[in-house]
């Protein structure tokens, strides 16, 4: 049949330091119902928000090479900290395996939001310290302003479920107060940390409800989507997708926050060695 | 010279998943002014209060080879979710090298000092769930009622260092309020995470001036001053000491926190790698 479309029923695989990717992969699943994936939380070392360059990359290789050795046929770094340091390294590493990161998604988005051309990017430590985001949207918008705010606070507020109320405000006004109240303030926020859409509420009633709120991860996963069909790596029609989870700490603490994420039980849920993983430099990635 | 105290000059050894063990390093410096220490912090893995009790042992054990590995005499479990999951084990593996955790003694001080025997423990989640300050207080008080509570969003304030104030006396009365206003509320409470000694005064204005809070790590301290003192193992009057620190995630980090809270400049900071770490069972105690 020459006019078939191709297809590829293999997962997509999803990698996150640890429960913050799930809204990730929440948006991936709602644009493409037909697809099966692979999440990976690194649940027993996270969060990667506070460790350093060298640590993250080890950590990303080895949970890079988990996925390939499971046949993934796209790889997602849902974890901003770890699209900011190890996104270049895996994409080559990974090949032919294509490698899709958050930050770039999230930058482009902020490059065109931006009537001033000055962006604030809220963040972990390391993030803010990579300087990803400033040469992300500075590749597309050249003359941008980019102030990086590292929101430690707020991943774990995040992680508790308490996310609006006058405490969480006053945590985001910590965070935001210095920038907003100077001359050159930014005129919009990149919600740069999986976790941050949780707290999206507090964040627009501190900066003001016409201020854009950038949400990364969504904007990558219409990246992904895009990137699939171009690519001829969607999943047939008559497709049955499957989701499964792997961690590297025990399962049950895992399932029982993903359920609340998605609202419905989950229960696939592997717990995996990265330790015993050969990192992704000694992999040989899968046929396509 | 038969009148000779016998002395051991050989370093302790304190072990935590981070930094939140300075507090108790720092409690033993003043203390024993003699001797010397190696403070080893599992920051590329931290934090421990979130994880399970498999990897919490498995993380504690390699931390204990590498302490026993640079001849300690004595090994400090400093932070209280490796001294709920892992102290009895390490006790075994360790002999004749004694072990001290952080729970016993705040749990006796909390035992004494409670008028009406019940007792509120303000801890991580890990340490909430292993039920050890329970079973430790029940051992010298057996009537009395314990009430752990999980404050995970202390441990992050402390870290910030944001620790008096409206806010983090909001999340303080979150996490008191439900307990303080029961009809059989407890009469004092256990700080039963390194970390929060940093919040005392917060906490202290939320639970009312006169309610003991008890450091769990000040009165481990004293433990072990008492039996270095007994065992014959302090170090000799004579002795230089020296305070070395070891951490799994980079350097820079640590030695700023570090230097934060001695309040001088601390430099001999060294990386280790645990994974290389044979686990304590495999490893020969060294010789007294």
Redesign the interface.
């Known amino acids: 049949m020459f006019w078939a479309v191709p297809h590829d029923n293999r997962p997509i695989g999803v990698f996150d330091s640890g429960i913050g990717g799930l809204t990730v992969l929440r948006a991936l699943r709602s644009r493409l119902p037909r697809e099966s994936m692979i999440y990976l939380g690194d649940?027993?070392?996270?969060p990667y928000g506070?460790?350093?360059?060298?640590?993250v990359q080890r950590y990303a290789r080895q949970a890079a090479g988990a996925l390939l050795h499971r046949g993934v046929k796209l790889l997602v770094i849902a974890c901003n900290t770890a699209s900011a340091f190890a996104l270049d390294h895996l994409r080559m590493a990974c090949s032919p395996v294509p490698v899709v990161g958050v930050i770039q998604p999230g930058a482009k988005a902020a490059a065109v939001a931006s009537r001033s051309g000055r962006i604030g990017v809220l963040c972990t430590e390391a993030t803010a310290r990579s300087g990803a985001y400033e040469t992300a949207i500075r590749s597309f918008r050249p003359a941008a302003t980019v102030t990086s705010i590292a929101c430690?606070?707020l991943?774990?507020?995040a992680?508790?479920g308490?996310t609006d109320g006058?405490?969480p405000e006053?945590?985001v006004r910590?965070y935001l107060e210095p920038v907003l109240h100077r001359a050159d303030s930014p005129d919009c926020f990149v919600l740069g940390c999986t976790h941050f859409p949780l707290l999206k509420a507090a964040i627009q009633n501190v900066a003001g409800p016409a201020w854009p709120l950038i949400d990364s991860g969504a904007h990558a996963a219409d990246s992904i989507m895009a990137l699939l069909e171009e690519s001829g790596l969607s999943a047939s029609e008559t497709a049955v997708p499957r989701t499964r989870f792997l961690v590297?700490?025990?399962p049950?603490?895992f399932a029982r926050l993903a359920s609340e994420c998605f609202g419905s039980q989950v229960d696939e849920v592997e717990q995996v060695d990265l330790?015993e993983q050969p990192v992704v430099e000694a992999m040989v990635a899968p046929a396509a």
């Open positions: 649940t027993a070392r996270l506070t460790k350093s360059e060298e640590t430690p606070l991943v774990s507020f992680e508790e308490w006058p405490v006053a945590v910590r590297t700490d025990g049950e603490r330790r």
